[in-house]
Every structure is written in C-alpha cells, then in structure tokens.
C-alpha cells in the first residue's frame, strides 16, 4: 500500500513537472496543447474508490491551474473526467471483470483497450476545458478543432509514455 502511495506521487511529480516545465512552453501551433498531465489520472487503479479519485482529479486539476492560471478550468475539466471515468471503464470492460489487481496500462490490458479508455477520457476532458476556455459556442468549429487535435497530441504522448514504461518495466 505504502509502495503504491509512493509510486502514485512519483508519477504525480513526473508528470507535473513534464506538463509545466516542457509542454506548457511548448510551441505547436494555435490548436495544440498536449495535456499529458491528464495520465496520472487514467493510471489510477482501477479499484480505486470514485470519491477518492474525484478528490485526486480535483487537486490535479488545481495544482496545473496554479502554474496555467487558468482559474479552475483544469479542476473542473479534470473532475469530469474523473465522474466518467466509472463509466468508461465499465463500458470497455474486458468479457468478465478486470483483474482486482489491474491497472489501467497499454501493458495491462493492451492498445486497443488503452486506445478507447484514454481517447474517451482525453476527449471529454479536452471537451470540458476548452469550450470552458472560450466561454462562447460562436467559435464552436475552431474550439472542437482545438479539442480534436490537442486531444490527439496527448492521446499520442499518452502512449508513446505507456510504451516507455512498458519498455522500463520488462
């Protein structure tokens, strides 16, 4: 339990640092910003409890919105995420349940299955934070524009890290 704990703050750390010291200054164009921050959260175990995950996704969120001055928007985005994420695992479920000890990894439960669990959460969390960031829906087609690409550039880190780990791991 404790080297869980101490597995997930690491990743924590990891991850912040990589979102705020290199993808926040990256420079990829007006409809891409990378969010790889956001797999902390899909890497949660799956038996983790929803309270307990929401609570995590909340101070995530809160921790990027300090650094982006984005004023909850990244709380927000990521608390909804968080609230689907019950869903979304049960609607990818393998036939059966998942292993009590599963994590939700590319080396876990495969490409196909971290393919559709990780779009479908990047997807809604992009959704939530950048229709929030425009406040209108008179640019709906640039910010959905916004939602796709950005979600396929952290869709693509998103695994382009899980292959990293995997590679570490074995």
């Given at each position: 339990m404790i080297n869980e704990l101490a597995k997930n703050t690491g990743?924590?750390?990891v991850f912040l640092?990589?979102?705020?010291l290199i993808l926040k200054?990256?420079?990829l164009g007006r409809f891409i910003n990378p969010f790889l921050?956001?797999?902390f959260i899909l890497m949660l175990p799956i038996r983790t409890g929803k309270a307990l995950v929401l609570f995590i996704a909340f101070i995530t969120g809160l921790t990027i919105d300090m650094?982006?001055?984005t004023w909850g928007m990244n709380a927000a985005a990521c608390v909804f995420m968080a609230y689907c994420r019950p869903w979304v695992l049960r609607v990818y479920a393998p036939k059966g349940e998942y292993d009590a000890s599963a994590k939700p990894t590319l080396?876990?439960?495969?490409t196909?299955?971290?393919l559709s669990y990780a779009g479908t959460l990047v997807?809604?969390?992009?959704?939530?934070?950048f229709f929030l960031e425009a406040l209108t829906l008179s640019t709906f087609f640039t910010t959905f524009a916004k939602v796709i690409l950005s979600g396929a550039a952290t869709l693509g880190l998103i695994m382009l890290s899980q292959l990293i780990m995997q590679r570490r791991r074995q």
């Amino acid at each position: 339990m404790i080297n869980e704990l101490a597995k997930n703050t690491g990743r924590f750390f990891v991850f912040l640092l990589i979102q705020v010291l290199i993808l926040k200054h990256l420079e990829l164009g007006r409809f891409i910003n990378p969010f790889l921050y956001v797999l902390f959260i899909l890497m949660l175990p799956i038996r983790t409890g929803k309270a307990l995950v929401l609570f995590i996704a909340f101070i995530t969120g809160l921790t990027i919105d300090m650094f982006y001055n984005t004023w909850g928007m990244n709380a927000a985005a990521c608390v909804f995420m968080a609230y689907c994420r019950p869903w979304v695992l049960r609607v990818y479920a393998p036939k059966g349940e998942y292993d009590a000890s599963a994590k939700p990894t590319l080396q876990s439960l495969g490409t196909p299955w971290m393919l559709s669990y990780a779009g479908t959460l990047v997807f809604f969390h992009h959704l939530v934070l950048f229709f929030l960031e425009a406040l209108t829906l008179s640019t709906f087609f640039t910010t959905f524009a916004k939602v796709i690409l950005s979600g396929a550039a952290t869709l693509g880190l998103i695994m382009l890290s899980q292959l990293i780990m995997q590679r570490r791991r074995q």
